[in-house]
């Protein structure tokens, strides 16, 4: 069995199947993560323009000679919509005019700093409006509305008006297991569309929901939630509605959006935990570090597991209690004869939510709660004083049970013009629309989604069943497929399983140096030799490999005794990353098993002297060869 080294830790014995723990914290699940390497076997080409003008749309029609992988999306200031085509190139006659009574300009150009290059057609318009987008064969088919600017009122037909479909409020309900979020409506909507947003920079992953020819004008620009589900964010767009849900994570919730007859409810799944389940005590219980077990001298037989204490096992049993939906921040109180307005104004700091009183609300209490969310400290409180609290728009109002409480109207079309432009563009939501595989990828983002939350409860069989899902709807995503396998080989142990989903990773993506790693270490364990010799050269190849490649594959050549090639590793890895405990210990050790005693004992002078904190065992071995060194 081989052994690793982890970044940032003191040099351990443990299976080198264990050194692919760093996939899991490298390999984000959100769009940078698994962004899909697309390519055809023969390039696409755009031999045409086509377009028509009516009184409703501009039908504009991209003529090519394959099936195409595009993207469409749109821009502001000005007005843009993007078209970009993978793998294509324009035909030399090609005509860029559009009818000159459409407003509508066309410009192209090439992007060659992506993988795969992109074929860019930009659509300027005087003003933002709707667009849908069809494939027809291997044509693209845009259908641009001739509609009005955004923000502005048009008169409407007596008929259409007595139709019109308003949306009158958004509800949150939070369930231990699952979050809801109903847009009410006045009937049942007539057509709408969503799609996800990865993760990007700061920006947090996203559903959007565009509610077409509905009205909102008594709803607020934003909402706070506060679960899985971080901010409701609403805004105008064009005859309709845009809807943006902020993940609270990196990864997006899973989710349904389904259709009702006063609107549309979408339910977002919660991680939840089993009962009696302490998630917390794996965080807190860990093996003792140590690295005695590599000296060439120190009998590693005398290690023993830290002890863990009762106070400390109690703590974490308390950190893992399951408040039944409660989730917010939690708080320690002891109040003692104190007045109720001066708890609440205790909470209020606390929560930052805008917190109303009534006037009759009076009274004092005494209550001493630990650890607690305030959620659930405010709810015992008002049992106690038999109060109610109403939720909204970022306020609780508090009142006695017995006396009703209305929401005022409000304002007249809150949803203003500014209000789009600041969530459409100061915010940056770009609305990409993978016209190609919408329904594949969004599938299987639902299914990452839901393995990510498996994988937080260490569920992994049933996380890896939800990747494994998710690959193959995704096929050309060699990080998921890299994600699989690092699984597999961690986790679950199966070397072979990991081996199969390395390689194919590595088939669409031959740079891919986790998945190198994890395939040069299953095989390893596999005891296949000459294979992990192959798959490790792999992982160190570039200017800068992983640390852990590095590492790792000196781990490797010093149990095949390849003494001078595991010297060569290190040397690397201290001139990428610089000297650490590792690297120090792995040369001294290296130069006393090829007899250049002398150098080992200066290695370990460098490691008594370096400041790093070392095991009392090590410390006391290179005490006795500075000793030894200096009475020959």
């Not at 007005?79 to 085509?85: E, G, L, S």
């Not at 839901?450 to 992994?460: G, L, R």
């Not at 992990?532 to 992982?539: E, H, V």
């Not at 009392?616 to 005490?623: E, G, M, S, V």
């Amino acid at each position: 069995m081989y052994h690793f080294s982890l970044p940032g830790q003191q040099r351990l014995r443990r299976p080198l199947w264990c050194s692919l723990l760093f996939c899991i914290l490298c390999i984000s699940l959100g769009s940078s993560a698994f962004a899909a390497d697309t390519a055809h076997g023969n390039k696409n080409t755009i031999t045409a323009i086509d377009s028509t003008q009516n009184q409703d749309n501009l039908t504009i029609t991209l003529k090519g000679t394959t099936p195409p992988n595009y993207t469409v999306y749109e821009l502001f200031k000005p007005a843009r919509i993007i078209v970009d085509i993978a793998d294509t190139t324009l035909a030399g006659d090609l005509s860029l005019d559009l009818p000159k009574k459409s407003s509508v300009s066309l410009s192209t150009s090439s992007i060659s700093d992506t993988k795969p290059p992109l074929a860019r057609f930009t659509f300027t318009l005087p003003e933002s409006r709707q667009f849908t987008v069809t494939e027809q064969g291997n044509n693209i088919v845009l259908h641009i509305a001739a509609g009005e600017k955004i923000g502005t009122k048009t008169p409407e037909s007596p008929a259409k008006t007595t139709t019109t479909i308003a949306i009158k409020d958004v509800k949150v309900v939070n369930e231990p297991n699952e979050t809801i979020v109903t847009l009410l409506a006045t009937g049942k909507i007539p057509s709408y569309h969503y799609g996800v947003l990865d993760k990007k920079g700061e920006t947090p992953p996203r559903l959007y929901i565009d509610v077409n020819n509905v009205t909102g004008d008594s709803l607020v620009n934003e909402k706070h939630v506060g679960t899985s589900l971080a901010d409701i964010r609403i805004a105008k767009r064009g005859t309709g509605l845009r809807f943006v849900l902020d993940s609270s994570g990196d990864i997006l919730f899973p989710f349904q959006v389904l259709t009702r007859e006063n609107g549309l409810e979408v339910r977002i799944q919660e991680p939840g935990k089993k009962p009696g389940k302490k998630d917390a005590l794996s965080s807190i219980i860990q093996q003792k570090k140590s690295i005695e077990s590599q000296l060439p001298t120190v009998d590693a037989s005398q290690q023993k597991a830290e002890a863990i204490n009762a106070k400390s096992v109690a703590s974490s049993m308390k950190d893992a209690f399951n408040f039944s939906g409660y989730n917010k921040e939690r708080i320690t109180v002891d109040f003692y004869k104190i007045d109720l307005h001066n708890v609440f104004r205790l909470i209020r700091e606390i929560s930052k939510m805008n917190i109303i009183v009534d006037d009759s609300v009076s009274g004092s209490l005494t209550l001493a709660l630990d650890d607690v969310p305030w959620d659930f400290a405010l709810d015992i409180i008002l049992n106690l004083k038999d109060l109610q609290k109403e939720e909204r728009f970022n306020t609780i109002v508090i009142h006695p049970k017995n006396k009703a409480f209305n929401w005022p109207q409000s304002a007249e079309n809150n949803l203003s013009f500014e209000t789009d432009e600041k969530v459409t563009e100061q915010e940056a939501i770009l609305i990409q629309q993978q016209m190609n595989l919408p329904k594949t990828v969004i599938a299987a983002k639902q299914h990452i989604a839901k393995a990510h939350a498996f994988e937080k409860k260490e569920e992994f069989e049933m996380a890896i069943s939800q990747y494994v899902a998710a690959f193959d709807k995704w096929p050309t995503n060699g990080k998921l497929a890299s994600k699989i396998a690092s699984i597999y080989l961690v986790q679950l142990r199966q070397n072979a399983k990991a081996l199969y989903y390395a390689k194919k990773a590595l088939k669409i993506d031959r740079h891919l140096a986790s998945a190198a790693l994890t395939a040069a270490i299953a095989a390893a364990n596999m005891q296949d030799m000459k294979q992990a010799q192959r798959y490790f050269d792999l992982a160190v190849q570039g200017k800068k490999p992983l640390k852990e490649a590095l590492l790792s594959y000196a781990a490797f050549s010093e149990q095949q005794k390849r003494y001078p090639e595991t010297l060569k590793l290190i040397k690397k890895y201290e001139s990428l990353y610089g000297e650490n405990l590792d690297s120090m210990i792995t040369k001294a050790r290296i130069f006393d098993k090829q007899g250049q005693h002398a150098d080992a004992t200066a290695e370990y002078k460098k490691i008594f002297y370096s400041g790093y904190r070392i095991a009392p065992d090590l410390k006391k071995f290179i005490q006795g060869r500075i000793a030894l060194s200096q009475t020959l």
